[in-house]
């Protein structure tokens, strides 16, 4: 997969706001899916298909504890955020270049 279209699921992924708190709560660490259904207060079917899409756009990652085979816990996977940070990191320096020329041909025309 192309670095623009990781880029593009990952965006996708994030662009829920239940699915970005899933994401602040995994920030703190691994949780089991249905620990964050009640954090979130949804369903456990609306938290199963908010799971698959972060897993889908790779921000998530599932496990299966040796006592539950029926448990899944959840963890982030720091790629996905990695390649954000530094496609945004490349548009904040495009557009400080692009301001700072703005900022020059103001400063110069009469």
Do not use: C
């Not at 992924?13 to 964050?36: H, S, Y």
């Amino acid at each position: 997969m192309s670095a623009a279209r990781k880029l593009d699921t990952t965006l996708a992924a994030l662009a829920d706001p239940a699915r970005r708190r899933v994401v602040d709560l995994l920030v703190r660490g691994p949780r089991a899916a249905g620990e964050l259904a009640r954090e979130l207060g949804v369903s456990a079917p609306t938290m199963s298909r908010h799971l698959r899409a972060l897993r889908e756009g790779g921000l998530v990652e599932e496990s299966h504890p040796q006592f539950d085979a029926r448990v899944r816990i959840y963890a982030l996977r720091p790629e996905p955020m990695v390649h954000l940070l530094q496609w945004l990191e490349e548009s904040e320096r495009l557009w400080s270049e692009q301001l700072a020329a703005f900022k020059a041909h103001v400063e110069t025309t009469p």
